[in-house]
């Protein structure tokens, strides 16, 4: 048993030292090579970290956010490590839910697809969508999804950018969620709702909770 434990051991020390760490944020980091661990070097992720909160007591919007460290992921000859943030929210409108996705980030998914936010590129201001008179000089653009009431094989795609700013000690969290894909292939009888989601498109600031 000890052998075995040993052999263990020194497999796994092998093989992280033998495991290429390549920073998430750096030119060249969308070329997925083998074994490649793609770490954020930078902790940029990390300010994100936690739950945030708009409420102007009509629409009531709670988005959470966590760290995944070295998420495995298996593509067609390739397979790397990343690390995501990863999100859920719940929605509200006068005091009636309309969407609650936040049990969903607890689950350890082996496909990132399956959670409905995740981090995709870091953004400059000068990007689409501009920010103007933006006071940070990158934001980190997120997967934005409503799984399962609409399938992502059809349902619009969008971005939920995001950037941490300081106003007067608070800290609040600055989004700007807009549609980047129309939908398309709508199963007759779902309407012209499926077109984008419950949440409306638009920008939203929220407090650290």
């Known amino acids: 048993m000890r052998k075995i434990i040993l052999s263990l051991l020194i ?3 092998i093989s992280c030292k033998s495991q290429t760490i390549f920073p998430i944020y750096q030119i060249g980091s969308g070329d997925k090579k ?3 661990y793609y770490k954020d070097t930078e ?3 990390d300010q994100y970290v936690g739950s ?3 409420n102007d007591g009509t629409t009531y919007l709670k988005v959470k956010f966590i760290k995944k460290l070295r998420f495995l992921e298996t593509r067609p000859g390739v397979t790397f490590y990343r690390d995501y943030l990863i999100g859920e929210y719940e929605y509200k409108v006068n005091g ?4 609650n996705t936040l049990n969903n980030i607890n689950n350890n998914h082996s496909d990132i697809h399956k959670y409905n936010m995740y981090s995709l590129m870091r953004y400059k201001i000068n990007q689409f969508p501009e920010c103007v008179g933006c006071d940070v000089t990158k934001r980190l653009v997120m997967v934005f999804q409503e799984l399962p009431s609409r399938n992502p094989d059809w349902a619009a795609g969008a971005h939920f950018i995001i950037r941490r700013v300081m106003e007067g000690g608070v800290e609040k969290l600055r989004v700007q969620f807009i549609m980047t894909d129309p939908a398309s292939g709508i199963p007759a009888g779902l309407g012209d709702d499926y077109q984008g989601f419950s949440l409306p498109f ?3 600031t929220l407090v650290r909770e």
Do not use: D, K, P
Request: hydrophobic content about 45%; overall charge negative.
């Open 202 to 204: 638009g920008e939203y």
């Open 34 to 36: 083998n074994n490649f």
């Open 52 to 54: 945030w909160l708009f």
């Open 11 to 13: 497999f796994t020390s």
């Open 43 to 45: 902790n940029f992720q």
């Open 96 to 99: 009636v839910t309309v969407v």
